[in-house]
């Protein structure tokens, strides 16, 4: 069987490409406004970045989090009982995920100056799983956040983020109108 070892790691070679070749395509801001001065492939590193973190939240795929992400990776608004680092949106993601299948993440506007990127994000979608202690029955949920990330090296350093939290737990049913 050592001759098929060639052959099984190539196969595994092309089945990690097609993985790859499977991402979502990147969200496109709806509006950008982009500091002319800055160096064009600096520019579209930081666009790249944030789109890369925006589509994470849209599909829920690791992998864009982990390419826009910088290992030192910084919630600056970190909400209790979330890990600090990359771990920290991966769990809020798949908790997201788990309540809201159907999520949907839209770049509204998107501003680039100088290593800050700031981003108005509004999610949509229809909760039908658990959230809290709730089940879902299917209402609809609509929400925004605005994020402020630091960019360095084509990656998010910092994210300092404010999301609607009380309008989500209304819809959530968790929090009475």
Same mark, same amino acid.
């Given at each position: 069987? !050592?001759?098929? $070892? *060639?052959?099984?790691?190539?196969?595994? #070679?092309? /089945?990690?490409?097609?993985?790859? &070749? =499977?991402? @979502?395509?990147?969200?496109?801001?709806?509006?950008?406004?982009?500091?002319?001065?800055?160096?064009?492939?600096?520019?579209?590193?930081?666009?790249?970045?944030?789109?890369?973190?925006?589509?994470?939240?849209?599909?829920?795929?690791?992998?864009?989090?982990?390419?826009?992400?910088?290992?030192?990776?910084?919630?600056?608004?970190? !909400?209790?009982? $979330? *890990?600090?680092?990359?771990?920290?949106? #991966?769990? /809020?993601?798949?908790?997201?995920? &788990? =309540?809201? @299948?159907?999520?949907?993440?839209?770049?509204?506007?998107?501003?680039?100056?100088?290593?800050?990127?700031?981003?108005?994000?509004?999610?949509?979608?229809?909760?039908?799983?658990?959230f809290l202690g709730h089940q879902g029955a299917?209402?609809?949920?609509?929400?925004?956040?605005?994020?402020?990330?630091?960019?360095?090296?084509?990656?998010?350093?910092?994210?300092?983020?404010?999301?609607?939290?009380?309008?989500?737990?209304?819809?959530?049913?968790?929090?009475?109108?």
């Open positions: 069987m !050592p001759h098929l $070892r *060639p052959l099984l790691a190539t196969l595994a #070679l092309l /089945a990690a490409g097609s993985a790859i &070749a =499977a991402s @979502p395509p990147l969200l496109e801001p709806g509006q950008l406004i982009a500091d002319a001065s800055l160096p064009k492939p600096r520019l579209d590193a930081q666009i790249l970045a944030a789109r890369r973190y925006a589509t994470f939240w849209d599909s829920g795929n690791p992998a864009l989090a982990h390419q826009a992400l910088a290992e030192s990776f910084t919630d600056r608004t970190l !909400p209790a009982g $979330r *890990p600090q680092g990359i771990e920290g949106p #991966l769990k /809020a993601s798949a908790m997201m995920k &788990a =309540a809201i @299948p159907d999520l949907h993440c839209r770049i509204e506007q998107m501003l680039v100056t100088g290593d800050r990127v700031v981003l108005h994000l509004r999610f949509s979608g229809r909760f039908t799983g658990p299917g209402q609809a949920v609509d929400f925004i956040a605005t994020d402020i990330y630091r960019i360095a090296d084509g990656r998010i350093t910092d994210n300092w983020h404010i999301e609607d939290n009380l309008s989500l737990l209304r819809q959530l049913g968790v929090v009475s109108n």
